[in-house]
């Protein structure tokens, strides 16, 4: 079970954006649950302000410290309420490390996670200090609010924990499961604008199907992502095939 919980200003957007598909199956297997908490409910300003404006100047507002720590506090003490260790923060934006599928694989096996969206300028970086354990990023784009890419690690994370995907939707054998891309994939009919699907995949041979398979997933690789293409030979060295040892002669004694 992994239990996100999102610090936002908009949950409607983080919980309508995850509440479809196979998310939505494995929230109501309770397989995850996803909370998204307004942090704008712990401010202590009689005008529900959560913004001012930047010491030392300059453009935009930037979110206080005050409703993001309460905010922070009051989850962790839920947390820690139901019998669980304290969360990760996750504070998502682009001066992190960037997410990719290991940290995926990491944060899932996490049992709760916070994920902090900032918006405006930024946030206060007093309450950062305090609370953030992970800075994460999901590439070198500025997007105007940490929703999405929350949303975009939560889908990637929750497919990982055991049950979400059934059988035919493992994540066993897709791109960068094993560092290789996906190789084609083709469904009827077997022939469509005059291009007929490669024979070898009609012909139930196992075998050669999945040596096809790699050869085609290693050309996809080479192709598309040289980068990842030049790691897997190293991890994969070529074995050449073992000279078939001569039986010995054994000189006759004549
Ligand atoms: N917030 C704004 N842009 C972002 C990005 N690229 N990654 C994570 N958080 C962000």
Aim: aromatic content about 8%; proline content about 4%.
């Amino acid at each position: 079970m992994m239990n996100f919980h999102i610090m936002t200003l908009f949950p409607e957007m983080v919980t309508d954006g995850l509440n479809t598909s196979i998310l939505k199956r494995a929230i109501d297997k309770n397989l995850i649950s996803i909370d998204a908490v307004q942090i704008r409910d712990y401010t202590l300003d009689k005008h529900n302000k959560v913004d001012d404006y930047t010491y030392g100047g300059g453009a935009g507002m930037l979110m206080q410290a005050q409703p993001v720590y309460d905010c922070a506090m009051d989850i962790q003490k839920k947390i820690l309420e139901k019998g669980r260790n304290k969360s990760r923060v996750v504070f998502v934006t682009p001066r992190g490390f960037t997410f990719n599928q290991k940290m995926a694989q990491d944060f899932s096996k996490e049992e709760d996670l916070i994920f902090l969206c900032g918006h405006y300028e930024g946030i206060d970086e007093r309450v950062l200090e305090e609370i953030v354990t992970d800075y994460v990023s999901i590439g070198d784009y500025v997007l105007t609010g940490g929703e999405l890419p929350a949303m975009v690690m939560i889908d990637a994370i929750s497919r990982l924990v055991p049950g979400v995907l059934n059988n035919s939707e493992s994540s066993e054998t897709e791109s960068f499961s094993d560092g290789l891309l996906e190789y084609p994939q083709y469904t009827r009919p077997e022939t469509w604008h005059d291009k007929t699907v490669p024979a070898i995949l009609l012909s139930g041979h196992h075998a050669n199907v999945e040596k096809w398979r790699l050869e085609q997933s290693l050309i996809q690789t080479q192709k598309f992502r040289p980068d990842m293409y030049e790691k897997w030979m190293e991890l994969h060295p070529v074995v050449e095939k073992k000279k078939r040892r001569r039986k010995k002669k054994i000189p006759l004694d004549l």
